[in-house]
């Protein structure tokens, strides 16, 4: 399994955006599809973005397509998510996930992930 740390969250005004970066651990990084999943207070954790082993395939949740970008550095070992054009409903706890897959699958159910970071915080002021 991979070790993941996010980085990149913060405090920001509505319109603004943020960089999200997970950095994993490990020396087999592109075995593995990447999400990034969130959770609000109150709320279920929700899945935001995937992306398949290789970089071409990614998936979004509809209520940020357009808005967001996942991507990833497999000789870096890191994900991003450029998140732009930040609304009040995207605070959340952020979190990156794993999951050993093959070719283009990338999960959506977070119960299917075996390594998750430890979460940043994104906050986005009306």
């Known amino acids: 399994q991979v070790q993941l740390g996010e980085s990149g969250g913060g405090l920001v005004q509505a319109g603004d955006s943020l960089r999200l970066s997970c950095a994993a651990s490990?020396?087999?990084?592109?075995?593995?599809?990447m999400s990034w999943f969130r959770q609000a207070p109150g709320k279920e954790r929700e899945f935001v973005a995937g992306?398949?082993?290789?970089?071409?395939?990614?998936y979004y949740v509809d209520s940020v397509k357009g808005r967001f970008t996942i991507s990833r550095d497999n000789p870096k070992n890191t994900v991003y998510l450029q998140m732009n054009s930040l609304k009040p409903q995207d605070t959340a706890v952020y979190y990156c996930?794993?999951?050993?897959?093959?070719?283009?699958?990338?999960?959506?159910?977070?119960?299917?992930?075996?390594?998750w970071g430890q979460g940043t915080q994104v906050t986005v002021s009306s």
């Open positions: 996930a794993a999951k050993r897959t093959f070719g283009s699958y990338v999960p959506r159910d977070s119960s299917a992930y075996t390594s």
């Open positions: 490990g020396r087999t990084f592109d075995n593995y599809a």
């Open positions: 992306i398949n082993l290789s970089g071409g395939s990614t």
